[in-house]
């Protein structure tokens, strides 16, 4: 299990995993995400990379803002939420899959 409290990190990686009973490329289950910053954070922007299951390749990554995984940091107080889509690539057979997820950014007061 994964730990979604990627607190004060500017660079958060989501892990993924291939489903043995769908055979479906999903995010690895982590902890209930918290607020993602501090309000100790200088930051302007987080960069939220997909990382594809042993054995394939990311082959893209596409969020709701228009963008790849470049979330700009909202004012203290405030929660931003993003939806994503992603597709990665088995590196032996080609075979592609595709995922999607949310990812909340909040910077606390």
Known sequence: MSDYNFTDDPSPTLPTQIDTGTNDVVLVDGSPQGDLLSAAF??????????????????????????TGTLPV???????????????????????????????VKKTD
Do not use: C, H, M
Not at 42 to 67: A, C, E, Y
């Open 42 to 67: 200088g930051g302007t922007q987080i960069s939220v990379s997909i990382q594809p299951p042993s054995g394939w390749i990311l082959k893209s990554q596409n969020f709701s803002n228009g963008g």
């Open 74 to 104: 909202p004012s203290a107080g405030n929660e931003d939420s993003y939806t994503f889509s992603y597709e990665v690539e088995n590196r032996s057979t080609s075979e592609k899959k595709s995922g999607t997820g949310t990812f909340k």
